[in-house]
Nanobody, 125 residues
Framework: QVQLIESGGGLVEPGGSLRLSCVAS????????MAWFRQAPGKEREYVAA?????FYTDSVKDRFTISRDDDRNMVFLQMNSLKPEDTAVYYCAASTNWFILDSFYFRKDSYSAWGQGTQVTVDS
C-alpha cells in the first residue's frame, strides 16, 4: 500500500515561513515526478510546485517557495517564505509512477497516482 504523509503545517503570520515535509512509503519514487498541490475553501485543488530532474512552480509562488527532494529518504519538501494570506490552504503531497510526455502534465491533478492526506497552512495575523 502506497502512502504519502505530510507534516509541517500550522499557523503563521504574513511574511513568515513554514517548511512542509512529505514522506512516502510502499514504493520508491526515485526519478519520478513529485509535486505539491493546495486547496483553499470553496476552490479547486491547484498545482503549486513539482520536481523531476528540475523544479517548477506556479507563478503565484515563484521566488517565494522552493521544492526539494531527498530520494535516499523517499521525501519531498516545500520551503515557503514570505507567506501571504492567500497562501492559506490545505497542502497535499503527490507522486507519480509515470514519466510525462508533455510538460503540461506536471500541472494536472490526474497526472499523480498517490496523494497524502494534507496538512493545513493558515497565514493570518
Amino acid at each position: 500500500q502506497v502512502q504519502l504523509i505530510e507534516s509541517g503545517g500550522g499557523l503563521v503570520e504574513p511574511g513568515g515561513s513554514l517548511r512542509l515535509s512529505c514522506v512516502a512509503s510502499g514504493r520508491t519514487f526515485n526519478d519520478y515526478p513529485m509535486a505539491w498541490f493546495r486547496q483553499a475553501p470553496g476552490k479547486e485543488r491547484e498545482y503549486v510546485a513539482a520536481t523531476f530532474r528540475g523544479t517548477f512552480y506556479t507563478d503565484s509562488v515563484k521566488d517565494r517557495f522552493t521544492i526539494s527532494r531527498d530520494d535516499d529518504r523517499n521525501m519531498v519538501f516545500l520551503q515557503m517564505n514570505s507567506l501571504k494570506p492567500e497562501d492559506t490552504a490545505v497542502y497535499y503531497c503527490a507522486a507519480s509512477t509515470n514519466w510525462f510526455i508533455l510538460d503540461s502534465f506536471y500541472f494536472r491533478k490526474d497526472s499523480y497516482s498517490a496523494w497524502g492526506q494534507g496538512t493545513q497552512v493558515t497565514v493570518d495575523s
